[in-house]
């Protein structure tokens, strides 16, 4: 497989949603989020149980946010941006395809 999946989670709207190896690297590289690096269990956390907000110019795009109080300097949150889809499957059949585009820590006060 090309770009293996790392994992799925179902957030909670019943959708599920997932992180491919390749993004997960892309978030974590020196020059994006490497932050992250330590908190992808708060990452799944965000996805399960945090608050979701459609983006208002792109409505496949939500961003998903949960406060922590243990993130680095004086981030607040952990957001997620999660892109919703579908696929065709193997016979033929429509399958949803959501996943996470990006993440990052943020402040929000």
């Known amino acids: 497989m090309a770009n293996p999946i790392r994992w799925t989670i179902q957030d909670r709207h019943g959708n599920n949603i997932y992180l491919t190896q390749e993004r997960w690297e892309h978030?974590?590289?020196?020059?994006n989020h490497p932050e992250m690096e330590e908190y992808?269990?708060?990452l799944?956390?965000?996805?399960r149980?945090?608050?979701?907000k459609q983006d208002t110019l792109n409505p496949q795009k939500y961003r998903y946010s949960k406060e922590f109080n243990n993130l680095p300097a004086s981030n607040?949150?952990?957001?997620?941006?999660?892109?919703?889809?579908v696929r065709e499957g193997e016979i033929g059949?429509?399958?949803s395809n959501n996943f996470i585009?990006?993440?990052y820590q943020k402040e929000i006060g």
Do not use: D
């Not at 978030?27 to 020059?31: G, Q, T």
């Not at 799944?44 to 996805?47: D, H, K």
């Open 93 to 95: 059949e429509i399958i």
């Open 76 to 85: 607040t949150h952990i957001v997620a941006i999660v892109l919703f889809g």
């Open 49 to 52: 149980t945090g608050t979701r």
């Open 27 to 31: 978030i974590i590289e020196s020059i």
């Open 101 to 103: 585009v990006t993440v």
């Open 40 to 42: 992808e269990g708060e």
């Open 44 to 47: 799944m956390e965000t996805v």
